[in-house]
């Protein structure tokens, strides 16, 4: 399985609708493996310095080994790759095959439609899995029991939530704050 926390794919949405527009978008998913089989717990959210064009993305070598400089350094993984495509069509081009950041067994690449200006979920677009024989394409169904977007905080406590405190103060100081600095500066006159 891929787990995916929520931050991680909604910062890659957003990291695409920052992308000029009409041009493809690639970033890649990094974490840590669970073995056996497919995919592992993401914990990083990589976008290479690519240059990015209508039919294409090409990402140099220099920019996919500082792309990667983090993996080492933490002891990560490159779990997965994500990139777009201009039309509905999601899947892989020839290219797509031969230049995919992996080609090791049970590597994936999500090929996401119309660029994710639709804020497509994972299993929106389609998900390839580099098999013994090649790419294959999952169906939707396989995809969605493969990957997991999960929270990154679920938060049942029964005191105040941080947000409400900042709420509650006029000045956007929190209460507690506020009250420090009124005393403050009464005590300097
Ligand atoms: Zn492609």
Request: one cysteine or more.
């Amino acid at each position: 399985m891929l787990w995916i926390p929520e931050a991680v794919w909604q910062g890659l949405l957003e990291n695409f609708d920052r992308a000029p527009e009409g041009v493809e978008r690639v970033a890649f998913l990094d974490g840590v493996p669970v073995p056996p089989g497919l995919g592992g717990v993401v914990t990083t959210l990589t976008v290479p310095a690519a240059a990015l064009s209508p039919g294409n993305y090409r990402i140099g070598a220099a920019e996919m080994s500082a792309a990667g400089k983090h993996l080492r350094q933490h002891r990560l993984q490159r779990l997965a790759q994500v990139h777009t495509h201009g039309g509905t069509c999601t899947t892989h081009s020839p290219t797509d095959d031969a230049m995919a950041y992996s080609q090791h067994l049970g590597a994936l690449s999500v090929v996401l439609p119309e660029h994710a200006q639709e804020d497509p979920d994972p299993w929106d677009g389609t998900v390839h899995v580099r098999g013994a024989a090649g790419w294959t394409e999952l169906s939707r169904d396989e995809a969605i029991s493969l990957i997991r977007i999960v929270p990154v905080q679920i938060d049942q406590s029964q005191y105040p939530k941080e947000a409400a405190r900042w709420k509650q103060s006029r000045t956007g100081i929190p209460a507690r704050l506020e009250a420090l600095w009124s005393r403050m500066t009464k005590a300097s006159h």
